[in-house]
């Protein structure tokens, strides 16, 4: 008869049960346990997720942007082009701050990468390839920066090419493509092994492995999953939006509500209202002038803007310029009403201008001598 396994105990032979000892005796019994019962103790992987490590880039360079925003913002209040002259300055301190805060510090990561549960692999001299990582990456950045920024000051792209200033420009890009072609490169090789994610940390053989192994790995699709959601609404409503006529819609609701509340189908301003005959009314509305005249005399303000040309008019008989009414009427059809009067406008034709004739028989009546030899038609306009 099989004897049943024997209870699992501490390596130093107490008599107590393992899991009330310290973390090595609870980890050595949990291990014996697992001998006994013949189950798999699984390993943690010593490579990160991709997932995560492309994430706490996102996070890092959302937490930057959110820094760099407010020191613009400072420093717009004293002297807004001192922010774009000294742009690489302050960019590399605030990379400076945020790297000695959290990389060189015990967490061995960004703040990013901490959320993800990231950290460098401590390594046999970890601490100076760190150093060296933020002085090839801030700092060649910022002297990039800088390189690029002196040699477009100086126009040495546009010098002869025999000068040796020019041959150091083509050296210069020659040199960045280079560098954006291992950058590509490397990137191919991250998505196929998972392990350095940019060509420094390629370099200095610096790893990302997981903070706490005993915590699960699978990526959350709770988020993927809500991106996708509203992207999909959103291209939904960029869409619908479209094929809504807004102007015509508000006009319709307006005029429902004020049927229901026993008003007139439209209402009427009294600025409106009080305008000049040969003013436009949705000219003046669309004006700068409409805001000014709220609460004041219409007679007050200058209206030779807003001159109707071309009068055509509604049933009402209160003119407006063909392409104002024609357009007010195309878009909101059978809500278009007069902005004088309230009155609905189903079709237009043309109205009598302020001389009391059509513009047809303004365009028909003869030329007449201004007294200066100049000859005018009837439209004012010189022959």
Known sequence: MTEPPAAASTPQGRGRPFWLGDKDDTKAGAQILARNFGL????????????????????????????????KD?????????????????TATLQSMLFGLSILSSRRATYGQGLQNLKYDSAKGLR???YLFGILTIGGQYGWARLNRCLMDGG????????WRHRVHRLVDKAER???????LNYLAFLANGRYKSVVERILSLRLTYAKPQLAHSVS????????????FTEFLMFVVPLVNAAKLRATVGKAIRKALGLPPASVDEAIAKLPKNTCAICFTASPARDVADGAAVGQFDTGSCRVTNPYSGKCG???????????????????????????I????PSVSIQGKTPAEQADRPARDDGEGAKTTGTGDPQ
């Open 221 to 232: 699709m709770e988020f993927l999953n809500r991106q996708m959601v509203w992207h999909a």
């Open 318 to 344: 209160h003119a407006y310029c063909y392409i104002c009414i024609r357009t007010k009427l195309m878009v909101e059809k059978d809500a278009c009403c007069c902005l004088r009067c309230g009155t609905r």
């Open 128 to 130: 100076s390839r760190l």
């Open 156 to 163: 040495w792209a546009d010098l002869p090419m025999s000068d």
């Open 178 to 184: 280079y560098f954006k072609l291992a950058s590509l």
């Open 74 to 90: 400072a420093f717009s209040l004293v002297k807004p082009t001192i922010f774009d002259r000294f742009k690489p300055e302050l």
């Open 346 to 349: 189903s079709a237009i034709k």
């Open 40 to 71: 798999q103790v699984r390993k943690s992987p010593a490579w990160s997720s991709r997932v995560n490590k492309l994430d706490a880039d996102l996070l890092d360079d959302e937490i930057f942007d959110m820094l760099n925003a407010h020191v």
